[in-house]
């Protein structure tokens, strides 16, 4: 499994599966692990990490959103508190969740050493700008509705750290399951927020490369917001042009072929959704 660590309070383990990203915020006296995700022997080496660092403090765990591939560690940390979105302790499709991530083991063989369960959240986020202070850190949570209806972000200024969940990522373009103008009101306010916290220069996304420096973390929000007018001409303007600059736009991401799958995706999303 491949681990990086841009910062030393900082340990991010990607894994093989659609180099999804979980990580390891060491506050000092306390340790948040964030979306600890998929393989039964990737999570076990997050969790040992943990275990090596912990010296007897406080474990949270925090998920950006509920997404399965998101939430299917958090049977391996049972002693952690959760922190997450209002909506994420509310959503009405927990059942329905647990359930995709038996139907992902069973299709795969695979045998989860703990028991499936959705997240109880101890700590909700309900309002955006909500500031924490745990092991001694300040830390901020913004709401980041969009990609799904529940969708959180993390925030330490002292340590320069952004963690964005399905987000900002290098390899993917703005993937909306949930609203094309809440995904975009979520990116402009993250640009006003990151212009106005200067520390900020590390962006942990969801998935794909680590992004370094505040030019890099500011290039990738203007790039999700050019895909998102892209996305909206080509629905507002069906025609063989706007299909074709949105389509050489997507290889800037990833001329992966299961992108074009997506996006048509975002596309029946936005014709769905969308209210001038």
């Given at each position: 499994?491949?681990?990086?660590?841009?910062?030393?309070v900082?340990?991010?383990f990607?894994?093989?599966?659609?180099?999804?990203?979980?990580?390891?915020?060491?506050?000092?006296?306390?340790?948040?692990?964030?979306?600890p995700?998929?393989?039964?022997?990737?999570?076990k080496?997050?969790?040992?990490?943990?275990?090596?660092?912990?010296?007897?403090?406080?474990?949270?765990l925090?998920?950006?959103?509920?997404?399965?591939?998101?939430?299917?560690?958090?049977?391996?940390?049972?002693?952690?508190?959760?922190?997450?979105?209002?909506?994420?302790?509310?959503?009405?499709?927990?059942?329905e969740?647990?359930?995709?991530?038996?139907?992902?083991?069973?299709?795969?063989?695979?045998?989860?050493?703990?028991?499936?369960?959705?997240?109880?959240?101890?700590?909700?986020?309900?309002?955006?700008?909500?500031?924490?202070?745990?092991?001694?850190?300040?830390?901020?949570?913004?709401?980041?509705?969009?990609?799904?209806?529940?969708?959180?972000?993390?925030?330490?200024?002292?340590?320069?750290?952004?963690?964005?969940?399905?987000?900002?990522?290098?390899?993917?373009?703005?993937?909306?399951?949930?609203?094309?103008?809440?995904?975009?009101?979520?990116?402009?306010?993250?640009?006003?927020?990151?212009?106005?916290?200067?520390s900020?220069?590390?962006?942990?996304?969801?998935?794909?490369?680590i992004?370094?420096?505040?030019?890099?973390i500011?290039?990738?929000i203007?790039?999700?917001?050019?895909y998102?007018d892209?996305?909206?001409q080509?629905?507002?303007?069906?025609?063989?042009?706007?299909?074709?600059?949105?389509r050489?736009?997507?290889?800037?991401?990833?001329?992966?072929?299961?992108?074009?799958?997506?996006?048509e995706?975002?596309?029946?999303?936005?014709?769905?959704?969308?209210?001038?």
């Amino acid at each position: 499994m491949k681990t990086q660590s841009p910062s030393p309070v900082i340990k991010v383990f990607e894994s093989s599966l659609y180099r999804t990203n979980s990580c390891v915020l060491n506050l000092g006296d306390a340790v948040i692990v964030v979306d600890p995700t998929w393989l039964p022997e990737e999570i076990k080496a997050i969790r040992s990490y943990v275990d090596g660092i912990l010296d007897g403090n406080a474990l949270y765990l925090f998920f950006t959103h509920s997404d399965f591939d998101h939430i299917l560690g958090y049977g391996a940390f049972p002693e952690a508190r959760v922190i997450a979105s209002d909506r994420f302790a509310k959503n009405n499709r927990k059942g329905e969740i647990i359930k995709e991530i038996q139907e992902f083991d069973d299709r795969y063989y695979i045998v989860r050493p703990y028991g499936l369960d959705y997240p109880f959240t101890d700590f909700a986020i309900n309002t955006d700008g909500q500031n924490m202070n745990i092991g001694g850190s300040e830390l901020l949570f913004t709401l980041a509705p969009g990609h799904t209806y529940d969708g959180a972000m993390l925030i330490w200024p002292e340590a320069g750290i952004i963690v964005a969940g399905d987000y900002l990522s290098n390899i993917e373009f703005p993937f909306i399951y949930h609203s094309y103008k809440d995904y975009k009101h979520t990116l402009e306010s993250l640009l006003k927020t990151i212009s106005a916290i200067e520390s900020i220069n590390i962006l942990i996304p969801g998935h794909g490369d680590i992004g370094a420096g505040r030019p890099e973390i500011m290039a990738r929000i203007h790039k999700d917001l050019m895909y998102l007018d892209l996305l909206k001409q080509e629905c507002q303007n069906p025609d063989l042009a706007a299909a074709n600059v949105c389509r050489e736009f997507i290889k800037s991401y990833s001329t992966n072929p299961f992108l074009i799958q997506e996006h048509e995706r975002n596309m029946e999303t936005f014709l769905k959704t969308f209210r001038p």
